[in-house]
């Protein structure tokens, strides 16, 4: 994959013809009158025999099995209610949490206004969320700050292969994670909290540059006054 | 008619502000120009200026209003109190209900509204300055910002209004002509399907007029529609140099 960047990609605006042959409609995407056109302002990419649309705004579409950072906006005996920064409100019941709680003892565990890390278990037809906490990795996020950033920069700031957030965290010796709804935790010292949110800021500014992560660590040396030697996969 | 002097075209065709029968005022168009809204676009139109801002798909309130299989397009038009010489009176008018709902109605109809249930799409446009040709106005930019704000659709609207003046077929009447003149049909139109989403008239004309009418405005949305196009692209091109296909990573 690494050869195939700096292309210029075009830009398709709704309602425009994709003229690729034989392939499937996929995200982004609808089909009328046997011709597939793109439903959202994107970038094309064809993977395993279907077209999708890579949109560049909007709100977060919740997927199966995406790893999300939500907060708890409502709780009563046996479920919580969780804003992912989704059209819809996600489900967080008893019995995905790590815990055995108690019928109506909800509130001890998990609170209105808590951070939490969760995966999608299920997005039915009807647009309902299932959230999950029961599995590794997954937890309650007790310290640190949650930031948000446009869902169509996440892959910005993972970067390839995780460059990007590996480098992040080995700079600012933070603990970060980002959500795929556009949501990153960052905990660590306050100092390396700090310079973290600047990085991802300047990333979400800037994602259009050509040269990014070389840009981004520029930054973090001045802010952070560290040198780690360059352990980079690509280049 | 109120005024017997007017003229509003002269003798060699030209109109007040300099205008051929079939020329539009001119028109530009910025997407994103707002940070904490989903979408936006600012259009200005002639001396009209309109500033247009998208919410969502987001979860509706209040509840009750909710659609269980659909998502629920709300617009809302609105003029400022000083858009026009004499400050209007600040608030929802019989017209402007009229104007958000026929609004509503409109986008509406590209919207894939069945892949949002219980949701809204909240859509604020702001006329600050008004000068004929506001509700084009409003729907053209309204419709960049729902592309901007990511929103699945099958295609944009482009929205022009053509009439009679001086018993002649003109396109985008001014705000005089739209005063002293016999018509004004407004338009607004999904250009690749033709597919026709708002039409109302003011006036009069006769089967052959409205026929002229319509093709003028037909073909000035065609026109609208690159301007759209180019306002989109310039908003995110820059956001495409150097862009690598990240996809699926995992992080942490």
């Known amino acids: 994959m690494n050869e195939k960047k700096e292309t210029k990609r075009e830009l398709l605006l709704p309602g425009d013809l994709i003229v690729d042959e034989g392939v499937k409609p996929g995200r982004g995407t609808f089909k009328r009158g046997g011709k597939i056109y793109a439903a959202t302002l994107g970038v094309k990419t064809v993977r395993s025999g279907y077209v999708n649309i890579a949109a560049q705004s909007g709100r977060y579409d919740p997927k199966r099995g995406d790893r999300v950072i939500g907060t708890v906006t409502d709780v009563n005996s046996s479920i919580w209610m969780v804003d992912l920064n989704a059209p819809f409100p996600a489900v967080l019941h008893v019995n995905d949490v790590p815990w055995r709680v108690e019928f109506g003892d909800t509130k001890r565990y998990i609170d209105v206004g808590d951070a939490i890390l969760v995966k999608i278990s299920n997005v039915d037809e009807l647009k309902k969320i299932q959230i999950s906490m029961d599995e590794e990795g997954l937890r309650k996020l007790n310290n640190g700050q949650v930031i948000e950033i446009a869902p169509s920069q996440v892959p910005r700031v993972i970067g390839r292969k995780g460059s990007m957030i590996s480098m992040l965290k080995n700079y600012t010796d933070s603990r970060i994670f980002v959500g795929q709804n556009g949501r990153i935790w960052i905990d660590g010292p306050l100092e390396g909290q700090y310079i973290a949110v600047k990085a991802i800021q300047m990333i979400e500014e800037k994602a259009q540059v050509v040269g990014l992560t070389d840009a981004v660590e520029q930054f973090l040396k001045e802010e952070t006054g560290k040198v780690l030697e360059n352990k980079r996969e690509d280049k | ?252």
Not at chain 2, 62 to 87: C, E, G, I, K
Not at chain 2, 142 to 171: E, F, N, W, Y
Not at chain 2, 196 to 208: A, E, K, R
Not at chain 2, 211 to 233: F, S, T
């Open chain 2, 1 to 252: 008619m109120v005024d017997e002097d007017i003229k509003l075209i002269g003798k060699d065709g030209i109109r007040r502000d300099g205008r051929k029968f079939d020329e539009l005022r001119p028109i530009t168009i910025e997407a994103g120009v707002l940070k904490r809204a989903d979408g936006s676009a600012y259009l200005e139109w002639g001396e009209n200026k309109v500033l247009a801002a998208v919410y969502g798909p987001r979860e509706m309130h209040p509840r009750h209003a909710q659609n269980p299989s659909r998502a629920v397009v709300q617009a809302r038009y609105n003029m400022a109190a000083f858009s026009v010489p004499d400050r209007k009176r600040p608030g929802p008018d019989r017209r402007s209900v009229e104007i958000s709902k026929i609004m509503s109605e409109a986008l509406e109809e590209i919207i894939f509204v069945e892949q949002f249930p219980r949701s809204s799409v909240d859509v604020f446009v702001e006329v600050l300055e008004a000068s004929a040709g506001t509700r084009c106005a409003a729907l053209t930019a309204a419709s960049v910002a729902l592309a901007d704000a990511g929103i699945p659709m099958s295609d944009m609207i482009s929205s022009c209004a053509a009439g009679k003046i001086d018993g002649q077929i003109v396109l985008d009447l001014g705000k005089k002509e739209d005063n002293f003149g016999e018509a004004d049909v407004p338009l607004g139109m999904v250009t690749s399907s033709g597919k026709i989403t708002l039409l109302q008239m003011d006036g009069n004309l006769t089967l052959d007029e409205y026929k002229k009418v319509m093709e003028l405005a037909m073909n000035a949305c065609r026109e609208i529609y690159q301007i759209q196009r180019e306002a989109l692209k310039k908003r995110y091109s820059t956001s495409l140099e150097g862009y690598e296909d990240i996809e699926d990573t995992e992080e942490e």
